[in-house]
């Protein structure tokens, strides 16, 4: 069965300083992996997704990923954080082997301090 | 942002009352799923659709069922509600299985 877990409950940052956010995954097949954001009082908008090729992914609002098959890691980065990027993270993957079910994290909560 | 409706946006209800909410989209997309989100557990599957008929269970789908009969509705039945069932369920589709999905502005149940 495939599984995610985002080991941190809350990252904080100050602003101007590179965050990341971490996700590990197990996966069967091949993993597809994605990054979601919900801003307070919102819904869940994408981010970036990895499906295969370049191991760094490059996203909406200045985010990236990488993608480690050997660490099976999906950790979201960017090199200067905003205060308007304070919100709710959420990893999730689909495993390629089959099925359609996508599984999400339980999300990290980033807060950028100006 | 994608079109993607939810029915009702809030419910109050009551222990042992039938519930549906309902999904609704403009972008014929193929998949359709239903979440809960709670707090520490993040987005949980309850159910979701490949296509007109078609569904199949998550990871929390004790005490829902679902139905799609047109490719726009995708309906989630709580059939006898509980408290534990008090959550925001939020509504998403797809393109294609591997593809990033849309969500829908969330309902907010709460089940007295």
């Known amino acids: 069965a495939q599984s995610v877990a985002q080991p941190e409950d809350q990252v904080n940052v100050a602003e101007g300083n590179p965050l990341t956010v971490k996700c590990t995954y197990s996966?069967?097949?091949?993993?597809?992996l994605f990054w979601y954001v919900q801003y307070p009082n919102r819904g869940l908008q994408f981010l970036l997704k990895?499906?295969?090729?370049?191991?760094l992914v490059k996203g909406s609002y200045g985010f990236e990923a990488e993608f480690n098959k050997s660490q099976t890691s999906f950790h979201l980065k960017k090199p200067s954080a905003l205060v308007s990027d304070s919100a709710l993270y959420f990893c999730a993957v689909r495993d390629g082997a089959g099925g359609f079910k996508t599984i999400f994290g339980a999300g990290t909560r980033l807060f950028v301090k100006a | 942002d994608a079109g993607i409706t939810q029915s009702p946006r809030h419910k109050v209800t009551e222990t042992g009352t039938p519930v549906t909410l309902r999904c609704h989209q403009t972008e014929n997309h193929r998949y359709m799923y239903w979440y809960r989100q709670d707090p520490g557990h993040g987005l949980r599957l309850i159910h979701y659709s490949y296509g007109v008929k078609d569904t199949d269970k998550g990871e929390v789908s004790d005490g829902y069922s679902v139905s799609r009969s047109k490719t726009e509705d995708f309906l989630l039945t709580l059939e006898s509600a509980t408290s534990s069932q008090t959550s925001v369920y939020f509504c998403a589709i797809s393109l294609a299985g591997d593809n990033e999905q849309f969500f829908g502005p969330g309902t907010r149940l709460t089940v007295l």
């Open positions: 990895y499906i295969t090729g370049d191991n």
């Open positions: 996966v069967s097949g091949n993993p597809y």
